[in-house]
Nanobody, 126 residues
């Protein structure tokens, strides 16, 4: 059984920073890449970032590249999304996700992920 739980969301002013955490239970964390997605009201879910099994390889959406940093601590079953220089358009519910099978490169499509957290709200507003 796999369970993912996000935390760390909240309200922040433009230009501020937040660090999201995703705690994973079950064996899926140590054998798979992990991804971050977000969904704003009235919009489709979109890819944000992904990290490889080892944590060495990371992918980012063009909209967040240079501002967000994905990392993981496999010894603690935690993945992090450090968000800096936040913009109002970053406002969304953020989800962490895990694929069901191993792939060489971290997936970027939501359809490639089998397990999802409940989401944490991030609001960027002045």
């Amino acid at each position: 059984q796999v369970q993912l739980v996000e935390s760390g969301g909240g309200l922040v002013q433009p230009g501020g920073s937040l660090r999201l955490s995703c705690a994973a239970s079950g064996s899926i964390f140590s054998i798979n890449a992990m991804g971050w997605f977000r969904q704003a009201p009235g919009k489709e879910r979109e890819f944000v970032a992904a990290i490889s099994r080892s944590g060495v390889t990371t992918y980012y959406a063009d909209s967040v590249k240079g501002r967000f940093t994905n990392s993981r601590d496999n010894s603690k079953n935690l993945v992090y999304l450090q968000m800096s220089s936040l913009k109002p358009e970053d406002t969304a519910v953020y989800y962490c996700a895990a694929p069901s099978t191993y792939t060489v490169q971290p997936p970027r499509l939501s359809s490639q992920y089998a397990y999802w957290g409940q989401g944490t709200q991030v609001t960027v507003s002045s």
